[in-house]
């Protein structure tokens, strides 16, 4: 079965995008292995730290370099990328050997799809992931899906996912699967 790797880019207990990436999981179940990246005590990235760079950026270099595919949940944050996420891209877009800065990342090549939980913006978040992952020398894969929270969410703490969304989620696993083959 194909690895995909999870990359929830909140790290709020409760987080409206975990949830969405637990529905993701069941889309992919008997079809792929999910696992989740922990990212969580990356540091902000300086380059005074990367010629010996921190086991949390090792481990995740490591679940990237592992994974036949990468699924990033990700909030909005002010219309764009949340810097958190963006900090962890940044990390890992660096060349694995610092005597070629030019050479591979971990992500080199890699199939990356995209979901947002958000209330506002995922056009752009979603316009600054189309534009940051060739960069970052991945290939977006899949139609990215841009969720509400539903209002009484707020109260209640659990994200309600529409019928066509959670197909439109459904159909997107699939799509990451096919570009894996
Ligand atoms: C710094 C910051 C900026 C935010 N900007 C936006 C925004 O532009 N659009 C939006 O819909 N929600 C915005 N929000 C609200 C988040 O979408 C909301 O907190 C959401 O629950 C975050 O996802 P999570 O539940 O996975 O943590 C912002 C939240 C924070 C903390």
Redesign the pocket.
């Known amino acids: 079965m194909k690895n995909i790797l999870f990359v929830v880019g909140?790290l709020?207990q409760g987080?409206?995008?975990?949830q969405l990436a637990e529905k993701a999981e069941k889309a992919l179940e008997g079809k792929a292995s999910v696992t989740y990246l922990n990212w969580k005590d990356v540091p902000v990235f300086s380059q005074d730290l990367e010629a010996n760079a921190p086991a949390s950026v090792q481990t995740a270099r490591e679940a990237v370099l592992a994974a036949d595919a990468i699924w990033i949940f990700s909030?909005?944050?002010?219309?764009a990328i949340p810097g958190s996420v963006k900090n962890l891209l940044d990390w890992l877009s660096r060349a694995l050997d610092l005597s070629d800065t030019t050479g591979a990342s971990a992500l080199q090549d890699k199939i990356v799809t995209i979901s947002s939980?958000?209330?506002?913006?995922h056009e752009p978040l979603f316009a600054a992931y189309n534009a940051l992952l060739p960069f970052i020398r991945t290939q977006a894969v899949g139609d990215f899906t841009g969720i509400s929270?539903n209002p009484e969410a707020w109260g209640t703490g659990e994200l309600v996912v529409a019928e066509d969304k959670l197909a439109a989620v459904a159909a997107q696993a699939d799509a990451l699967l096919e570009a894996t083959k």
């Open positions: 909140s709020r987080s409206f995008n975990h909030p909005v944050y002010n219309f939980v958000a209330n506002g913006g929270v």
